[in-house]
Antibody, heavy 125, light 107 residues
Framework: EVQLVESGGALVQPGGSLRLSCGAS????????MNWVRQAPGKGLEWVSY????????YYADSVKGRFTISRDNANNTLYLQMNSLRAEDTALYYC??????????????????WGQGTLVTVSS | DIQMTQSPSSVSATVGDTVTITCRAS??????LAWFQQKPGKAPKLLIS???SLESGVPSRFSGSASGTDFNFTIIGLQAEDSATYYC?????????FGGGTRIEIK
């Protein structure tokens, strides 16, 4: 059974730092691309960051570029999100999500299929 | 960036009704469109991938379709347990972008 368990969320002051972790099990983590997605209280879903399976390709939302860093430890089946210079608007529930590759009409697609339950980050003084 | 415009933002419907949600992409996303269901306090659940491919275990009353850059998500025979917020997501290009969400309320 695929399981993703996020941790590391906390109350932090503006300008502070936090590192989120996502422990993976039930699938071959080292072969899987991963995403971080967040949801501010009462708001919709916002994609945050992506990392490929070997960790050498990353993408970020403009809202976090230069402040957040995604990384992974394939030996320990763990995904990370290092969050620096935190702002009030970063307050959200942060989800990690596995990317599945599928085939469609002779080509392929990707989709985040399994999600963790999220870890809450609150940025406030 | 690709914008996903989702409508309506909310809908109130009766058990047994047919409900349709639309997402319009600002540019071509081909078949890289998924639909998610999210219930309060829960993580999003993938219902449909590649425009219209139903995930395993998802009831057949849910369906997806597309016409150009317009994507429809339909529930035929709404059930009480379908009360939730639904999101579309394009995965064609980064940044990945979600629609704003549609809250379905059961009357």
């Amino acid at each position: 059974e695929v399981q993703l368990v996020e941790s590391g969320g906390a109350l932090v002051q503006p300008g502070g730092s936090l590192r989120l972790s996502c422990g993976a099990s039930g699938f071959t983590f080292s072969s899987s691309e991963m995403n971080w997605v967040r949801q501010a209280p009462g708001k919709g879903l916002e994609w945050v960051s992506y990392i490929n399976s070997n960790g050498n390709t990353m993408y970020y939302a403009d809202s976090v570029k230069g402040r957040f860093t995604i990384s992974r430890d394939n030996a320990n089946n763990t995904l990370y999100l290092q969050m620096n210079s935190l702002r009030a608007e970063d307050t959200a529930l942060y989800y990690c999500a596995r990317v599945r590759k599928g085939r469609f009409s002779g080509t392929f697609y990707t989709v985040p299929d399994y999600w963790g339950q999220g870890t809450l980050v609150t940025v406030s003084s | 960036d690709i914008q996903m415009t989702q409508s309506p933002s909310s809908v109130s419907a009766t058990v047994g009704d047919t409900v349709t949600i639309t997402c319009r992409a600002s540019q071509d996303v081909r078949h890289w469109l998924a639909w998610f269901q999210q219930k309060p306090g829960k993580a999003p659940k993938l219902l449909i991938s590649a425009m219209h491919s139903l995930e395993s275990g998802v009831p057949s009353r849910f369906s997806g379709s597309a016409s150009g850059t317009d994507f429809n998500f339909t529930i035929i025979g709404l059930q009480a347990e379908d009360s939730a917020t639904y999101y579309c997501l394009q995965t064609y290009s980064f940044p990945l972008t979600f629609g704003g969400g549609t809250r379905i309320e059961i009357k």
